[in-house]
């Protein structure tokens, strides 16, 4: 690649700035000064570039280079709007470029990548286009077979649903379900996964729509005969899309995950960030004590069903309000215990502790204090975590019975709740 290639960075119908792909393979992120001149109206593109109520430090964040920049891949906040495993190598192949090559695969798929972010082929700026020396062409806008990005390991499609059937998303409309595929490697995993989510909303936890789908209601989803046949797909409603007023057409609500807001790249879900920095940031920039609130709910669900993948991709913030943040609708729950006994841990440090069988009631009393919650307030905390136990306790197994989980599943979910404190307590 000789030439300096540019992405216009839109958040819904805004002109964010620019995203710069030059011959030395650095692509660097500009911020329009437009953007920046909106002050206290401006809407959030990142929590990464942005402290609600505290302006100052929002300017300084959004002109500050650091995270803005990267070598054949993107800067973080891009690189985890790209998927990853399965889904990111089949786009790949059919672009023919490297899979590290983000910016080419960002360009594929800007029209539908997760929130409200937008990217589209633009002119470089001239004060862009010169700034590392080389001329400049418009981006690529090559076709790409799947025209959108999800994120996460396992193989995913973004679906339009149209009354009962859900069409794989390759045209001008937004998919507004994410469709799972049955797994050759683990057994019954859409039901497992459908039967989590379903149990945590029983419990009280925020969960999008989720169902079980046959393959007859599902239409251009390539290589069907590569899936386990007669088994059931897994679908959740995208908490990103909108509906209009009839169902249909969705339009886009901005959300980003963790990973994003810590400006760390996928590889880096595990272990860099604890439990305690993700309530620290709902606390202060987002819905404070209501999202800390279901934060506990969702980590003493999490324990209980023996979820050892609720890593820093699997949390996401909402921005229902542009210029201030909530944490986003459960996603990505599944009891992991349920296919493997070496699975002993959560996924992040929760106040110093990981594994399942060390989690007591006095851990969630130690993350509230390190958070600095105290007194009547984290009695409160408290009591959410002992309800949610609970209700967990007495709605887990007939869930799992109901959505048709294998029984030797359920005796695996069974046996992990006997052994850890938090299923005898």
Do not use: C
Not at 28 to 47: K, N, Q
Not at 139 to 159: H, N, R, V, Y
């Amino acid at each position: 690649m000789s030439a300096v290639q540019s992405l216009e960075v839109w958040l819904g119908d805004l002109l964010i700035g620019h995203l710069t792909h030059y011959p030395d393979e650095k692509t660097i992120f500009t911020v329009d000064e437009a953007y920046i001149g909106m002050g206290t109206a401006r809407p959030i593109l990142s929590l990464s570039l942005a402290r609600p109520g505290d302006e100052a430090t929002t300017e300084a964040l959004l002109r500050d280079e650091r995270h803005k920049s990267a070598s054949v891949k993107a800067p973080p906040f891009f690189s985890n709007l790209l998927p990853e495993g399965g889904l990111r190598t089949r786009i790949a192949q059919s672009l023919k470029v490297h899979e590290d090559r983000e910016f080419l695969l960002l360009g594929a798929l800007g029209h539908d990548l997760p929130g409200a972010v937008i990217l589209n082929p633009g002119d470089t700026p001239e004060h862009l286009r010169f700034k590392r020396g080389a001329s400049s062409v418009t981006a690529s806008d090559e076709a790409s077979p799947l025209k959108f990005s999800l994120g996460g390991m396992q193989m995913k499609f973004s679906m339009l649903r149209q009354g009962e059937r859900y069409t794989l998303n390759m045209g001008a409309q937004l998919g507004n379900y994410i469709v799972k595929p049955p797994s050759r490697d683990f057994a019954a995993l859409p039901r497992v996964e459908a039967a989590t989510m379903e149990t945590a909303r029983a419990v009280g936890i925020d969960v999008p729509e989720v169902l079980l789908l046959p393959p007859e209601q599902i239409d251009g989803l390539p290589d069907m005969d590569a899936y386990p046949q007669g088994e059931a797909f897994y679908a959740i409603r995208r908490f990103d899309r909108a509906e209009d007023i009839d169902g249909t057409k969705g339009g886009r609500i901005h959300a980003e995950d963790f990973a994003q807001v810590f400006n760390l790249r996928p590889s880096q879900k595990y272990g860099r960030v604890n439990y305690e920095m993700v309530a620290q940031t709902l606390l202060r920039y987002a819905g404070g004590l209501s999202d800390l609130k279901e934060m506990a709910r969702r980590l003493a669900f999490n324990v209980l069903i023996g979820n050892g993948d609720a890593h820093i991709k699997n949390w996401s913030l909402i921005y229902d309000n542009p210029t201030r943040p909530r944490l986003a609708p459960a996603y990505d729950l599944v009891s992991t215990v349920a296919y493997t006994t070496h699975d002993t841990s959560i996924a992040l440090n929760m106040a110093g502790v990981k594994r399942f069988d060390a989690i007591t009631l006095d851990t969630f009393a130690a993350l509230f204090a390190r958070i600095g919650l105290h007194d009547q307030i984290q009695e409160e905390m408290m009591e959410e975590v002992r309800v949610t136990i609970q209700r967990v306790r007495g709605a887990w197994e007939s869930g799992f019975a109901a959505a048709g989980v294998p029984a030797y599943l359920i005796q695996q979910v069974e046996a992990h709740i006997r052994t850890i404190p938090l299923g005898r307590e």
